[in-house]
């Protein structure tokens, strides 16, 4: 079987693998995720932060919270600082100001700090959606000029990510159930598919547990050479 073919889109021909955990051909922009162990459509990234991958069905939600986040730490410092202003004039000095309400200045550097990261991250994805690109792509492809398959102009590109109906969840992993595709024959339910499961389950946890081996071994042999 062929690693990967080609599909046709816009007129333009895209690569599209095969995934040998999930068995089968991934659709346009899906990607495989370790940590999910799962196919993910317009796979995006894995948020370690929210502990899931971001792709076709949550990211409009996933924008919304950093900009809201965003937006709220533009708030809270704008509030913190008006209010170090107010009490600036009450006391005449600004540190006098400072000494009288300390919350608002730890608020404001909290504030500070924080707005780089999801500020920076919300135009981020404000240029991502403007192109149509997904991160993952956006790395991928950053030496190639690939990155504009799926733009379809500003516009459209906004209303695809916030205003398309999006399609139910597919269960890559879903196991048939002997039993259910032969209803009443009166066999028990452990079928070949779950025995499968099981193993390739085993497998996985394994692999892990060997990956963290691996990682300790190198670490101990870090602090060796130090
Ligand atoms: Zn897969
Ligand atoms: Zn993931």
């Known amino acids: 079987m062929p ?10 021909t895209v690569k599209v693998k095969y995934c040998d955990t999930c068995k089968f051909y991934r659709p346009l922009r899906c990607s495989h995720c370790s940590v999910c162990d799962n196919c993910v459509e317009r796979f995006d990234h894995h948020c370690p932060w929210v502990g899931q991958c ?4 949550n ?3 996933f924008f919304l919270f950093i900009s809201s986040s965003a937006l709220l730490c533009c708030f809270v410092f704008a509030m913190s600082a008006l209010y170090i202003k107010f009490l600036t004039d009450d ?3 600004i540190w006098k100001a400072m000494k009288a309400s300390p919350v608002s200045v730890i608020l404001m550097a909290y504030c500070f700090i924080f707005l780089w990261f999801v500020g920076g991250l ?3 994805h404000l240029y991502l959606i403007g192109t149509n690109q997904t991160t993952y792509e956006n790395f991928r492809n950053r030496r190639e000029d690939s990155n504009r398959v799926y733009d379809r102009g500003l516009l459209n590109n906004f209303l695809e990510v916030f205003f398309t109906k999006v399609k139910p969840s597919i269960n890559f992993h879903a196991y048939v159930q002997e039993n259910e595709l032969r209803p009443g024959t009166g066999l028990t339910p452990v079928g070949e598919a779950d025995c ?14 060997i990956g963290g081996d691996l990682l300790k071994i190198s ?3 870090d602090v060796e050479e130090a």
């Open 3 to 12: 690693r990967s073919k080609d599909e046709l889109f816009n007129g333009r």
């Open 219 to 221: 670490q101990r042999r």
């Open 59 to 61: 990211y409009r939600y």
């Open 54 to 57: 971001i792709g076709l069905r």
């Open 196 to 209: 499968l499961a099981g193993d390739r389950r085993a497998k996985v946890e394994d692999d892990r547990e």
């Open 91 to 93: 006391y005449g000095s």
């Open 122 to 124: 919300t135009f981020f």
